[in-house]
Structure formats: structure tokens, C-alpha cells
């Protein structure tokens, strides 16, 4: 089975299953703040969406999560931070090509996986970099190895999280479908 008729097989509303995702990092941005698991929501994406509509949803779990900080959050509107806010937005959506990639490679529950940590690895590696391309001094590179193992974790827990909604989802729609198989009149 690959992961393309593994999650295909899903009945999920399209525009329920996005807004569900959306939903869901509403009400963990505030929770998570500059922890927020981008990575989870790009792999979830990329494996239960078509492409454009992974992107789509990416760049949305983004926005919602940076509008939370900026207006709810009072996260401060400067220069430094608004070149934060745009690169994490393209991180997203580039973790959100990676996992994808990495999906259609793989065959299996094991592309799965694959796909969280290349979502992951590609987010964290770039949020490196921009770091260093913004001038962030070796702090930088302690911070990020004393936090990655907390920040790793916060993004396999939100993503098995949603992993389980689309699953209880997909069950709840087939036994729908199932009972309104059954004949009324038996």
C-alpha cells in the first residue's frame, strides 16, 4: 500500500478536514507561541492533501499561527521579527514539499514517518540557517541543540495528535456510510 492510497482512502470532507487542521493550530498557537509545530501540520498536510492543497494548508496553519502571535500574543512588530514571521512561512511551506517528497518515494506506514522527519529536518535545518544568515552568534546553535529534543517531541505528539483525528474521522464518516447502506426497511 503506499501512502497515496493509504490516506486516499479517507472520507473525509476535503474543506472539513482543512478547516479542522486550522482549527486545531488556532487553539495550540497560543500554547506553543515560537515552539508552534509547523513541521507536524506540513507533514499532516502534505500526506492527507493533494499538493497544492498541502501548500494551501500550510500557508494558512502559518498565517493563523502568526496572526494568534502578533495580535493575541502582543509578540512585538519589529524588523528582526516580521523577517522571522516571512521566513518561517516559507520553511513551512518548503517542509511541506519535503515531506511530500519524501511520501511519494516511500511505500508503506513507513513513508509516514519518513515524511515527519524530512518535514522536521528540512524546518529545523533552515530556521538554523536563517538564524545564522541573520547574524545569531553560536548562542544561536547551543539554544537550538538544547531545545531540539523538546521541540522534536512537541512535533511527533501534534502530529500522531492529528494523525488519530484523521483516523477517528475516517472511521466516524465509514460508519456513517455504513449505516445508511443499511435498509431501513428490514
Not at 48 to 73: E, H, M, N, P
Request: net charge positive.
Amino acid at each position: 500500500m503506499t501512502t497515496a492510497s493509504f490516506f486516499a482512502s479517507s472520507p473525509w470532507p476535503r474543506s472539513l478536514w482543512i478547516g479542522s487542521l486550522i482549527v486545531a493550530s488556532v487553539l495550540l498557537s497560543p500554547a506553543f507561541h515560537c515552539g508552534f509545530p509547523l513541521a507536524a501540520f506540513a507533514a499532516v498536510a502534505a500526506l492527507t492533501l493533494g499538493r497544492r492543497d498541502a501548500l494551501l494548508l500550510s500557508g494558512s496553519v502559518w498565517l493563523a499561527s502568526q496572526t494568534i502571535a502578533f495580535a493575541s500574543l502582543h509578540h512585538h512588530m519589529t524588523d528582526v521579527a516580521l523577517a522571522w514571521s516571512v521566513a518561517t512561512g516559507v520553511i513551512a511551506l518548503l517542509s511541506c514539499e519535503a515531506a511530500g517528497l519524501t511520501a511519494r518515494r516511500m511505500k508503506g506506514l513507513v513513508s509516514v514517518a519518513a515524511a515527519f522527519v524530512a518535514a522536521f529536518v528540512v524546518y529545523k535545518g533552515l530556521i538554523f540557517g536563517f538564524g545564522v544568515a541573520m547574524g545569531s552568534s553560536v548562542g544561536h546553535f547551543d539554544s537550538l541543540l538544547a531545545t531540539l529534543p523538546r521541540i522534536f517531541l512537541i512535533n511527533a505528539c501534534v502530529f500522531a495528535g492529528l494523525g488519530a483525528l484523521y483516523a477517528l474521522g475516517s472511521a466516524g464518516r465509514r460508519n456513517e456510510e455504513a449505516v445508511a447502506l443499511v435498509p431501513r426497511h428490514v
